[in-house]
């Protein structure tokens, strides 16, 4: 079974694949661009990971340092 025939038998999965990576996508770019972690913003939005990258963005690198007074 070859890919273009996965894919006719189970079109639903796409769409499926699709609902989960965009809401974490949009997060991911969200904090980037807020945090102003350019590379970071362009590495979400060029590399397709399943939301692999994006999640670990979120949990890992996109928490703000505390300031030193």
Same mark, same amino acid.
């Given at each position: 079974?070859?890919?273009?025939?996965f894919?006719?038998?189970?079109? +639903?999965?796409?769409? !499926? #694949?699709?609902?989960? &990576? =965009?809401?974490?996508?949009?997060v991911?770019?969200?904090?980037?661009?807020?945090?102003?972690?350019?590379? +970071?913003?362009?590495? !979400? #939005?060029?590399?397709? &990971? =399943?939301?692999?990258?994006?999640?670990?963005?979120?949990?890992?690198?996109?928490?703000?340092?505390?300031?030193q007074?």
């Amino acid at each position: 079974m070859g890919l273009e025939q996965f894919l006719i038998d189970y079109p +639903w999965l796409l769409l !499926l #694949l699709g609902l989960w &990576t =965009l809401p974490w996508k949009g997060v991911a770019l969200w904090k980037a661009a807020r945090n102003t972690h350019k590379w +970071w913003f362009i590495a !979400l #939005l060029v590399i397709n &990971t =399943l939301a692999v990258l994006e999640i670990i963005y979120i949990f890992i690198f996109s928490r703000r340092q505390k300031e030193q007074l």
